[in-house]
């Protein structure tokens, strides 16, 4: 079965020099008993199936790689955690954690957030994995599935913090 049309078009193309007395090679290609080395006019092409992983102009030394796949698209972040000792809060630590401007706008950005010390029961196991090693206090990033997207150190300024969370001023 022919899925996709670079697969056609070398079908074709095997067809037609097959048909009008061209010349072209099959190989079982080295390792891998679904792929096939096929040489026709000049050109050498890998097949896997009926999927082309690469093609090459016989007599070039590097081959034509396929399209590289789409990326995957940024995690969104939808969770902030302030992860501390709490024991261990200074003054200016307990400015930055409770200041009501970076909170009004993680949540004006649809953000929730925690402050939360890092032996509390209900501390998410990927959060606290993620900062098991960390210098606290940090700032944990999740995605809507509760995966870890950053920690870094919580800023020491309140200008940092809120420039963290998003421009707030």
């Known amino acids: 079965m022919i899925r996709t049309p670079i697969a056609a078009a070398i079908a074709a193309l095997l ?43 016989i007599g070039d030394v590097t081959p034509v790689p396929p399209d590289p796949p789409d990326p995957l698209p940024p995690r969104k972040v939808v969770g902030i955690f302030l992860i501390e000792e709490q024991a261990d809060r200074t003054v200016k630590q307990a400015a930055i954690m409770d200041d009501p401007v970076w909170q009004a706008a993680a949540l004006a950005k649809g953000l929730t957030y925690r402050i939360l010390d890092k032996d509390k029961p209900d501390l998410p196991p990927a959060v606290k994995a993620a900062v098991a090693k960390s210098v606290l206090p940090v700032v944990c990033c999740t995605d809507s599935d509760g995966k870890v997207v950053s920690v870094v150190p919580m800023p020491a300024t309140l200008e940092a913090m809120r420039e963290l969370i998003g421009g707030a001023k």
């Open 15 to 57: 067809f037609c020099a097959a048909a009008f007395g061209g010349e072209f090679t099959r190989t079982p290609f080295p390792g891998d008993p679904t792929a096939q080395l096929i040489v026709a006019d000049g050109w050498a092409y890998i097949v896997r199936g009926t999927v082309p992983v690469a093609a090459w102009k």
